[in-house]
């Protein structure tokens, strides 16, 4: 009888061994159209994240470039609400490859795979290949919508890839994803899922509505974007808050509209609110990836310009080779459109004839971005996880001023001493940016010369940031 028993234990195991890595193996990425060639392995398709509405999200898997097997777990998700954590964080910031000009790719000096196994997910569906098949689902989609979705999916891929499960698991995400990121990690803290969750990384997130958004006014007047008479006016007549709230409502003044007008008028149209001292993609008939609904915005404002009611973007100028090509968030769209890539990806379109990097379909709930995350991020810190919070400082969209602030405050809250004074940190020889720590887990750092999407236009500098964040080390200083 125990004969029988060890017996059947085996084969049971094989069956399932042999189960798990057919599902690992169906995702295998062989190789995508104009890839160098690589040692590490790649993976994409679909996790099902709700049958009765064929709800599936779409991943793309990066494992580390060396030693996969002693590296972390990073889940990366874009903002928006509604961007496409492949079409700008892999293709765009800081994965393996970057499309050019000639339908290839080249390899990324700085990708975030040097140091981690990278798991990039367009979230929710509706967003880049994910899709619902019952798109009623698309008009009432919210953040705790998104991060229900987003621990399903995670508990389904790690029964495709069970190696990863116990390995050290960090989130990290950039602008709206300060509300995606820290909520997702306090559902997987509340819901007791057996993830070894060590922390989370977010870049010039949105924390708190009108901190964050009425730190652009001084940031536009502080860099010369703006006259000091229409900052005066931004200061006591309509400021950014204000106006967004306004529109997110359908009812902008004739104040808030005069004031805009004037801020439209001098900030230009030339100039790209995620990199201030950056330039823009002249080629694209879209200088800048409009984030709300566009047909929303023209029927409220039809005469105000959407650079002031953006709230993300996927940045035009990037980093390829040590050379600046302004274009690549335009190539990567094509990339992504050809059908050899799509097949490559195991990845289709639902619902839509073409992929975008920010939805077309998606209706998110606007009214969210007002519901502070700040204190969301206080109870993670309290958890015990370590929390990086950190900005490019070449973003107007939501300034590192504001965000500095939001942080020195929960550390004051919270009675966290300061453990690393604010000083600046070095990349190489040159200053990378400033940074300060309090107590053991939450840290703030700047990097110098960055945009909103700061991977893209210091990838160098970020790299160095992600890999002290991960090995939980001091940045470096002289």
């Known amino acids: 009888m125990q004969q029988f028993i060890r017996a059947w234990m085996a084969i049971s195991l094989i069956l399932l061994c042999s189960r798990t890595g057919s599902l690992h193996e169906a995702g295998r990425i062989i190789r995508l159209p104009g890839q160098p060639p690589v040692s590490f392995q790649q993976f994409s398709g679909y996790i099902t994240v709700d049958e009765k509405h064929h709800r599936s999200l779409f991943y ?21 609400p509604g961007c496409s954590s492949v079409g700008a964080g892999a293709f765009v910031e800081h994965g393996p490859f970057r499309p050019t000009t000639g339908n290839n790719l080249v390899r990324n000096e700085y990708s975030w795979n040097k140091e981690a196994n990278m798991l990039y997910l367009e979230s929710p569906a509706g ?49 709206y994803a300060g509300h995606y990121v820290p909520q997702l990690a306090r559902l997987i803290i509340r819901s007791k899922v057996n993830f070894n969750l060590k922390g989370i990384a977010i870049g010039n997130p949105l924390l708190e509505f009108n901190t964050d958004l009425n730190a652009r006014d001084l940031f536009y007047w502080s ?126 379109l639902v619902g839509i004839t073409k992929w975008h990097v920010c939805s077309v379909v998606l209706d998110y709930d606007r009214s969210n971005e007002e519901i502070p995350t700040i204190h969301v991020v206080r109870s993670l810190v309290k958890s015990g996880l370590a929390v990086l919070v950190y ?14 602030s939001l942080v020195s405050k929960l550390a004051k809250d919270l009675r966290l001493k300061t453990t690393v004074p604010y000083r600046a940190w070095l990349s190489g020889k040159q200053v990378g940016g400033w940074t300060q720590v309090y107590g053991d887990n939450l840290s703030f750092a700047t990097i110098r010369g960055a945009s909103h999407t700061a991977p893209s236009t210091q990838p160098k500098r970020s790299l160095l940031l992600f890999k002290a964040f991960l090995e939980k080390k001091p940045l470096p200083t002289a």
């Open 223 to 348: 860099h010369g974007l703006i006259s000091d008479s229409t900052y005066h006016l931004l200061t006591s007549v309509c400021n950014n808050s204000k106006l967004i709230r306004e529109a997110i409502t359908g009812s902008v003044s004739t104040a808030c509209f005069g004031v805009y007008t004037l801020v439209q008028q001098e900030l230009s149209e030339s100039i790209d609110p995620y990199d201030v001292t950056g330039d823009v993609c002249l080629s694209s008939n879209q200088s800048q990836l409009k984030i709300f609904n566009q047909q929303l915005v023209r029927s409220r404002l039809p005469n105000l310009s959407p650079q002031v009611l953006e709230l993300d973007s996927t940045k035009q100028q990037q980093q390829v080779m040590g050379k600046v090509n302004v274009c690549l968030q335009e190539e990567t769209t094509k990339y992504l459109n050809r059908k050899d890539v799509q097949m490559a990806l195991h990845a289709r």
């Open 60 to 80: 793309y898997f990066v494992e580390a470039e060396t030693s996969p097997a002693s590296k972390p777990l990073v889940l990366w998700l874009n903002g928006g």
């Open 127 to 175: 967003v880049g290949f994910s899709y619902s098949v019952n798109q009623t689902f698309y008009s009432f989609v919210n953040d705790a919508m998104t991060a229900r979705d987003n621990l399903v999916f995670l508990r389904r891929w790690f029964v495709k890839f069970p190696q990863y499960k116990q390995r050290d698991f960090f989130i990290a995400g950039e602008s």
């Open 391 to 404: 900005s490019g400082d070449q973003d107007s969209v939501i300034p590192f001023t504001g965000t500095r």
